[in-house]
């Protein structure tokens, strides 16, 4: 269960960090502070992939890093627990309004090309 989460985690980290890269030069993350130096490497390492987009790194602790998704006020929260029941249902509503746009845009996408 826990890896199944993580691996979720990723992929919508890496849905949400290209969408916002196309949309801005920045990327906000915080949260959990013993995450905070494993995301500074992987913020350097895609800043130096990317050199247009830089990363905005803060340790808030995971209780905030989480609400500051939630609420839209950063890109990605970083957390060193598991997500409450209501952290969850919370984060699926927006996770889900994420993946509509997602496919609406994919969809676009495929029209203009046909």
């Known amino acids: 269960m826990t890896k199944s989460l993580l691996a ?3 992929i919508t980290a890496s849905i949400t960090m290209s969408a916002t890269a196309m949309a801005s030069e920045h990327i906000a993350v915080s949260g959990s502070t013993s995450v905070t130096e494993v995301m500074e490497v992987l913020g350097e390492t895609y800043h130096q992939n990317h050199p247009d987009v830089f990363i905005d790194i803060n340790g808030t602790g995971s209780s905030a890093g989480i609400k500051s998704s939630i609420e839209g006020v950063n890109d990605l929260g970083m957390a060193s627990r598991n ?11 927006k996770l889900k309004s994420h993946v509509m746009v997602l496919l609406w845009l994919l969809t676009q996408q495929t029209q203009s090309t046909i």
């Open 83 to 93: 997500l409450s029941a209501k952290e969850k249902n919370q984060a699926w509503l």
């Open 8 to 10: 979720l985690s990723l």
